[in-house]
């Protein structure tokens, strides 16, 4: 079993910045294929980035690429998400997603085995 816990959400202007975290538990981290999807209100979730094993290939989803950044730090056991340039569109329940049986990403979340609870991500205009 993998435990994860986001954090960071908030309420934040058109325009700011946020950066959420999720700290994971449970499995060998440095195992953990990782993503970060939404739900924004009255949505389907959806994704928006993921990150494999190593760090070392990420990918976005159109709506979020040149403003949101995932990255990872195995020593911390944690996922980043920075987020820039908010809109209020990126209004949404943001959730931390892991996957110990595949190496790369996916924007799939279907294929992602543990889920986060969400942390909530307000921009207002």
């Known amino acids: 079993q993998v435990q994860l816990v986001e954090s960071g959400g908030g309420l934040v202007q058109d325009g700011g910045s946020l950066r959420l975290s999720c700290a994971a538990s449970?499995?060998?981290?440095?195992?953990?294929?990782l993503g970060w999807f939404r739900r924004g209100p009255g949505k389907e979730r959806v994704f928006v980035t993921a990150i494999s094993r190593s760090g070392g290939s990420t990918s976005y989803a159109e709506t979020v690429k040149g403003r949101f950044t995932i990255s990872r730090d195995n020593t911390k056991n944690t996922v980043y998400l920075q987020m820039n340039s908010l809109k209020p569109e990126d209004t949404a329940v943001y959730y931390c997603a892991a996957d110990q049986r595949r190496f790369g990403t996916s924007d799939v979340w279907h294929e992602y085995e543990y889920w986060g609870q969400g942390t909530q991500v307000t921009v207002s205009s």
């Open positions: 449970g499995r060998t981290f440095s195992g953990l294929a």
